[in-house]
Nanobody
Framework: QVQLVESGGGLVQAGGSLRLSCAAS????????MGWLRQAPGKEREFVAA????????YYTDSVKGRFTISRDNAENTVYLQMNSLKPEDTAVYYC????????????????????WGQGAQVTVSS
């Protein structure tokens, strides 16, 4: 069973950048496809970005394409989310999530696909 801990959240002005990190422990990290999801106040949790267990495939929700980049370092058991050109509507709690994946190229886009979750990191973008 894998444990996930996010870091790197904070307060930033619109147009600024943040990088979220998610450190994994307790499992073989390279066996897991990873994702970032977020939940804004009063809204349901939504998919943001996903990466396959090898890092060869990535996918983004339309609203963050061209601004956010997901990556992973399997040697360091860490997945990242680089967020540029941040907007106030990106304000949310961001969650790192993991699920076992047989295919090295497959990723997952639904919150229900993920079995393991971090505690969340608050990202606040001021206008």
């Amino acid at each position: 069973q894998v444990q996930l801990v996010e870091s790197g959240g904070g307060l930033v002005q619109a147009g600024g950048s943040l990088r979220l990190s998610c450190a994994a422990s307790g499992g073989t990290f390279s066996r897991y496809a990873m994702g970032w999801l977020r939940q804004a106040p009063g809204k349901e949790r939504e998919f943001v970005a996903a990466i396959s267990r090898t890092g060869s495939s990535t996918y983004y929700t339309d609203s963050v394409k061209g601004r956010f980049t997901i990556s992973r370092d399997n040697a360091e058991n860490t997945v990242y989310l680089q967020m540029n050109s941040l907007k106030p509507e990106d304000t949310a709690v961001y969650y790192c999530a993991a699920t076992r994946a047989i295919s090295g190229t497959y990723y997952y886009t639904s919150p229900s696909d993920y079995a393991y979750w971090g505690q969340g990191a608050q990202v606040t973008v001021s206008s």
